[in-house]
C-alpha cells in the first residue's frame, strides 16, 4: 500500500468529521511536502490528530465493521444485490482472494496513530504553546484508535502484524511477521492504561465528546477487551468506573427514541460513535436500500424480538427500529425516526456508527458477572435493558441465576436485540464459542445449520472444527507485499 501522501490525505478530510471542525492547514500535494514542513505547530498536531478520526469515516472501513461483525453471525441475510464475495463468507467458503478480508483501511488508521506518537514530541521545542498536558491528550486519543484498530484485527484475523512505527514512504521496512493474538491483546492493554491517564473526561460540545475518545471510551474499550480475554473481574472493574461516572444512561423509550440515539446522535447514550451528516454520508443506504437490498434482516428476527403485528405494545428495538418486518429492510442506519421516514429523498443515510454506548457497558458487565457466579447481579442489567425497550414477555426467558451457560445464552440473546446490526453479532457468537477451550462450539454450528444453503452445511461445520477457520485469511495481496507474513493456517 503506498503510504507518502498518507498525511496529506488525512488532513485534508480530517475537517469533515464534526461540523465545527477548522481547517489547520493549507498544505500543497506535492511529494516531501508533509514530512518537511509539517510537526512544527501544535495546531499541525490537532490536523494530525483529526486526520487519524477522519480515515475512520472510510466507506470501506465502516463497511468493514458491518461485514466483519455481522456476514458471518445469523441476523443478515441475502438480498438480490448480494455481491459474490458476501455470499462466500455467508457460506463459509472464504479464500484469500476475497476482498472481504482486505484490512489496509484499519493499518490505515494504525499508520496515521503512529507518526503522531512517534512525531508529536518534537513540537515540543518548536512550538512553546504547546505543552506537555497537549501532547499527551493527543497520545492518549492515537494510542486508544490505534488499540480499538488492532482489537478489531485480532477478533477478525487472530494473529496479525504489529505495527508500532510508522511508515512513512515506501523504501521503509514492511516486512513484518505476524505477532501472536495474545501478544496484541497484551500491547493493547498497555496502551489503553495509558490512555486512560493521559485522555480527557470531556471537551468542550456534544459533538467531540461523543465522536472523539475520552477517558470513558478508553475504559469501555478496557472492559471490551478485557471480557475478550476472559479476565471478567477486570471487565466488571472497568464497566464500573464508565457507570460510576454518572456520565451516560439509556436514552428513555419515548416517541423520538430513534431519532435521539441513531440519527440525530450525541445522546446521553452515546460513549464513541461516528458521526455521518451531509457532508459524509454513511455507506450502508446503497446496502440496505428498499428496491436493491445487498443483505436485509433475517427471518429469525421476528422470533428473537417476538413481533405481533397485531399488539400495540412492542419492542422498540424491533420492527421499525433494526428492521422493517414489511420487507425486512435494514432500517436502523435508513430511518429518520422510528419505522416511518427514511433518510434524505431516501438516497442517503446519516445514522451515526456506534464503537460502544452505554447498553454495552451494562450488558458486558452482566456477562463477566455471570462467569463469576453473580448470576443475579447480571440478570439485573439484563432486566434494565429490557425494561428500557419494552421487551414483550414470550422473548423473556425462565433461567436460573446460578445457571452459568443458561444466563449466557440469556445474554447473549438480549445482546442480539440491543445491538442488531451494529457490527457485534460474530465477535459476541465467537467469544461466547471460545471459552473455556471452546466450551460452547456448537454456537457456531448453530449458524451454519441457521444461515448457509444446504449444500455448503456440512463442509461449513467440517472448517468450524478446526478452530483457525474461525478467522479470516490474510488477503492476498498482503501476502505478496509482506513476504514475512505466513498465511493463517487453516487456509494455507
Known sequence: MKLKKILLLAFLSGSLIFPSCNNYLDLQPEDGVVRQEFWKTKEQVEAAM????????????????????????????????????????????????????????????????????????????????????????????????????????????????LKMKATHTDSDDLQIPKSTQAEVLNQIVTDLKTAEEYTLASYSNKEFNKGKITKYAVQTILADVFLWMEKYEDCITY????????????????????????????????????????????PFFDMFAVNNKRFKAALSLMVLYGVDPMQVD??????????????????????????????????????????????????????????????????????????????????????????????????????????????K???????NAKRNNYE?????????????LPEYQSSAITKYRDFNSHYFPYFFQEIQSNKALVQNPFYQ
Open 50 to 161: 483529526n486526520g487519524c478520526y477522519a480515515a475512520l469515516l472510510a466507506p470501506k472501513l465502516t463497511e468493514n465493521l458491518f461485514l466483519w461483525g455481522e456476514l458471518r453471525a445469523d441476523m443478515v441475510t441475502y438480498g438480490n444485490q448480494i455481491k459474490s464475495n458476501d455470499f462466500n463468507v455467508v457460506n463459509v467458503n472464504i479464500n484469500a482472494n476475497n476482498p472481504i478480508t482486505d484490512w489496509s483501511t484499519l493499518y490505515f488508521v494504525i499508520n496515521l496513530c503512529n507518526d503522531l506518537i512517534d512525531s508529536a514530541p518534537q513540537v515540543l521545542k518548536t512550538d512553546k504553546t504547546f505543552t506537555q498536558e497537549n501532547l499527551n491528550q493527543y497520545t492518549g486519543q492515537a494510542l486508544a484508535l490505534r488499540s480499538l484498530m488492532y482489537f478489531y484485527l485480532v477478533r477478525s484475523f487472530g494473529d496479525v502484524p
Open 239 to 282: 464497566c464500573d468506573k464508565v457507570i460510576s461516572s454518572g456520565q451516560y444512561a439509556l436514552v428513555p423509550a419515548t416517541d423520538t427514541w430513534f431519532s435521539t440515539l441513531y440519527y440525530q446522535g450525541g445522546s446521553v447514550e452515546g460513549i464513541f460513535e461516528l458521526y455521518f451528516n451531509v457532508n459524509r454520508t454513511n
Open 314 to 423: 412492542k419492542d422498540i428495538r424491533g420492527d421499525g427500529a433494526s428492521y422493517k418486518i414489511s420487507d425486512l429492510s435494514i432500517w436502523k442506519y435508513q430511518g429518520v425516526n422510528a419505522g416511518t421516514t427514511r433518510g434524505d429523498n431516501s438516497s442517503t443515510s446519516y445514522g451515526h456508527w456506534f464503537f460502544y454506548r452505554y447498553a454495552d457497558v451494562l450488558l458486558m458487565k452482566a456477562e463477566a458477572l455471570n462467569q463469576v457466579n453473580r448470576g443475579q447481579e447480571a440478570l439485573d442489567l439484563v432486566n434494565e435493558i429490557r425494561q428500557r425497550a419494552g421487551a414483550l414477555p414470550s422473548t423473556e426467558k425462565v433461567v436460573s441465576a446460578d445457571n452459568r451457560l443458561e444466563m449466557a445464552d440469556y445474554i447473549m440473546e438480549e445482546r442480539a436485540r440491543e445491538f442488531a446490526f451494529e457490527g
Open 425 to 431: 453479532r460474530w465477535y459476541d457468537l465467537l467469544r
Open 440 to 452: 460452547r462450539l456448537d454456537l457456531l454450528m448453530d449458524v451454519v445449520l441457521t444461515t448457509a
